[in-house]
T-cell receptor, first 111, second 113 residues
Framework: DVKVTQSSRYLVKRTGEKVFLECVQD?????MFWYRQDPGLGLRLIYF???????EKGDIPEGYSVSREKKERFSLILESASTNQTSMYLC??????????FGSGTRLTVV | RKEVEQDPGPFNVPEGATVAFNCTYS??????FFWYRQDCRKEPKLLMS???SGNEDGRFTAQLNRASQYISLLIRDSKLSDSATYLC??????????????FGTGTQLKVEL
């Protein structure tokens, strides 16, 4: 079974802090994704990577950046956390043409 | 128009009932379709892919209607454990690398005794 592991289940950060969310997958998938999920808005794609050091903006990239230095690891960075970034963050991975497998999510609260 | 639209529900049904959800998508060039299940405060998990000819997995049947641009999920003999949110997922062509799925906001199902 593919395993996608997110480093933290719950996180509380202060406004203005730099926040790192880490995601690791163990199945050599080319594609990795970061989504956020909010009530009534569903899952929205923040950033996407289809190869090491490659990244593409998703639907809501503002306020976020990403890093993919190794194939198995995809990091989401909030440069200066704001309260409107309080959300559930979900990492996913997939091989080409296959559906996503998700990590268990990080519930981030920015106070 | 949203790329993927679903009735949010909730659908409250008695145990043993048959329930069906529909989902419409806007991009007629979309190539692949899926249903995911998401339990409260958990991550989405793949329930089943949806094939052009329709497909069945136990009590679950998925169908695709390309002409009308909708997909459906039918659950027969509902169990209490089927209570969850069901996400309709479409893979529209977006260009760039890789495949980027578009998720509906989900339909909530509550199965009751």
């Amino acid at each position: 079974d593919v395993k996608v592991t997110q480093s933290s289940r719950y996180l509380v950060k202060r406004t203005g802090e730099k926040v790192f969310l880490e995601c690791v997958q163990d199945m050599d998938h080319e594609n990795m994704f970061w989504y956020r999920q909010d009530p009534g808005l569903g899952l929205r794609l923040i950033y996407f990577s289809y190869d090491v050091k490659m990244k593409e903006k998703g639907d809501i990239p503002e306020g976020y950046s990403v890093s993919r230095e190794k194939k198995e690891r995809f990091s989401l960075i909030l440069e200066s956390a704001s309260t409107n970034q309080t959300s559930m963050y979900l990492c996913a991975s997939s091989s080409q043409g296959r559906p996503n497998t998700f990590g268990s999510g990080t519930r981030l609260t920015v106070v | 128009r949203k790329e993927v639209e679903q009735d949010p529900g909730p659908f409250n049904v008695p145990e043993g009932a048959t329930v069906a959800f529909n989902c419409t998508y806007s991009n007629s060039a979309s190539q692949s379709f899926f249903w995911y299940r998401q339990d409260c405060r958990k991550e989405p998990k793949l329930l089943m892919s949806v094939y052009s000819s329709g497909n069945e997995d136990g009590r679950f049947t998925a169908q695709l209607n390309r002409a009308s641009q909708y997909i459906s999920l039918l659950i027969r003999d509902s169990k209490l454990s089927d209570s969850a949110t069901y996400l309709c997922v479409v893979n529209p062509p977006r260009g760039g690398g890789g495949n980027k799925l578009t998720f509906g906001t989900g339909t909530q199902l509550k199965v009751e005794l």
